[in-house]
């Protein structure tokens, strides 16, 4: 195994891991898709279960990935590969923590784009366009897509190029308490707008009738994706940690920044939507982030006009999506820096030379993502599968995204449980944190991260498979 220790940066401290993680995990997921799946599923009784699955079944992966990372100072591959003494098919499911982020970047990246589009459309007045429906088929199926798809590649790599310190991490600290404060601006206007007390009580009331099998599902799936977990990033993000760190603590900071961002992003849209149209039905609002950030919400900003003139309207609008779109930018540039990492590690390749690499792999899969929306015929029917015809966009989306990810979670639970062994696993954790050694968390890690846990992550892994393909 090669390695190329210059070009292996370090966060300079805790909070920048922190920062950085907490970028990864505050995307999309957390602005729009949780609020819609609370406010479908029971309100506060999908919080409740939320929370729990955070707290039980996601915070130890996300021990069990970051401490594979700093153990062995490697990406993915190389961190199964180093603890498992070179086995084959560990390095195997290393390389499926490789693969995953790689697929995913492609469809992130292309909705990214869309979100630039939106932004200057809304800064040239063309608000009113935006809100019409139908207008977002058109933006996608514009070819002017790949001159933004340059720019903004341009921009990720440039980042990329700065390194985990000088890059990713001090993206973060610009770009996350920028993000936090303008939520919070946002919850405040919107919450003085008539009728948002509606949304805020659909949004909190605990409704437990609502909950059954799947609301359990869907609520796990959530939580494990939010925290980007399955994906190699906390792995790679680990490996960059300092070893005088609290693992335990750094990832509890991280877990409460992105349920928090979630939770407030429920007290932005809800009472926008329901200041909207007292009268909206939440069950025929779409889960489809995609749907109702691009589709719905220019309609919800447009309603303002009234209240605060079309100015007004805009500028709200356009401080959504710029918010969206730092939250999008700091996800897309943890997931560009996994493959980065393994070139790295694994070839022996300099920052530039794996950066260039990646940028020109990217590229190839993005334009057929891109074309997939209407540009090319062939994309956009590309397959089908559950009886739906579906586009190379979604098979990777269905694929990776939905699919693989809590298959990657099973993977590192069964490694550590039964490879690694919870006494490796312990011997990396009290690391940066005596107290670890005979707490409860130790207790509950042991017990669980071998028989509980990958136990309801193999049946969520079951049940998405069975609904996307056979549903
Ligand atoms: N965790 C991010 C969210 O909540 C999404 C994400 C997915 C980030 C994949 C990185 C990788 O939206």
Request: proline residues 3%.
């Amino acid at each position: 195994m090669v390695q190329n220790s210059q070009d292996r940066g370090q966060f300079s401290s805790k909070l920048g891991f922190i920062l950085a993680a907490a970028g990864s995990a505050v995307g999309l997921g957390n602005l729009v898709a949780f609020p819609v799946m609370a406010s479908k599923n029971g309100g506060a009784a999908f919080l409740i279960i939320y929370l729990f699955f955070v707290a039980f079944i996601c915070y130890p992966v996300m021990l069990a990935e970051i401490a594979m990372g700093r153990r062995t100072t490697r990406n993915p591959v190389g961190a199964f590969s180093a603890i498992s003494g070179g086995n084959p098919y560990w390095r195997l499911a290393g390389m499926l923590a490789i693969l995953t982020p790689f697929m995913i970047a492609v469809f992130y990246t292309v909705i990214t784009v869309w979100l630039v589009v939106y932004i200057k459309e809304i800064a040239f007045g063309h608000l009113d366009m935006l809100s019409q429906s139908g207008h977002f088929g058109e933006v996608v199926a514009d070819p002017s897509l790949f001159a933004w798809l340059l720019g903004l590649l341009a921009l990720m790599f440039f980042i990329l190029l700065g390194g985990v310190k000088g890059g990713i991490e001090r993206l973060a600290r610009i770009l996350m308490p920028t993000l936090a404060v303008m939520l919070v601006l946002l919850v405040i206007f919107v919450l003085t707008l008539d009728n948002a007390s509606v949304g805020v009580s659909y949004y909190l009331v605990p409704d437990f009738d609502r909950v059954d099998l799947s609301v359990i599902n869907g609520a796990l799936s959530q939580a494990f994706f939010s925290l980007s977990l399955g994906m190699g990033i906390l792995i790679t993000y680990g490996s960059y940690f300092s070893r005088k760190d609290n693992i335990a603590q750094s990832s509890r900071m991280v877990a409460i920044a992105d349920t928090s961002i979630a939770f407030f992003a429920g007290m932005l849209i809800l009472p926008a939507i329901f200041a909207f149209d007292a009268n909206t039905d939440t069950e025929s609002l779409s889960t489809s982030s995609v749907g109702l950030i691009f589709d719905f919400l220019p309609q919800i900003f447009l309603s303002m006009e009234s209240a605060v003139g079309y100015t007004g309207a805009s500028m709200v609008a356009a401080a959504f999506f710029t918010l969206v779109f730092f939250a999008a930018l700091t996800s897309m540039v943890s997931i560009i820096e996994i493959p980065i990492a393994c070139w790295i590690d694994e070839f022996g390749f300099s920052r530039r030379k794996a950066v260039l690499l990646q940028a020109v792999l990217l590229i190839v899969f993005t334009i057929p993502a891109t074309m997939s929306l209407g540009i090319s015929d062939f994309f956009t029917n590309f397959t089908s599968y559950g009886g739906v015809s579906k586009s190379f966009f979604d098979l990777v989306s269905d694929v990776f995204y939905e699919t693989i990810l809590p298959f990657v979670g099973l993977t590192v639970c069964i490694f550590c449980a039964y490879q690694w062994k919870v006494s490796g696993l312990k011997e990396e954790l009290v690391v940066g944190d005596e107290s670890y050694s005979g707490s409860l968390l130790e207790k509950y890690i042991n017990f669980s991260l071998g028989t509980v846990i990958p136990v309801v992550l193999l049946v969520v892994f079951l049940s998405t498979v069975n609904q996307i393909y056979f549903g």
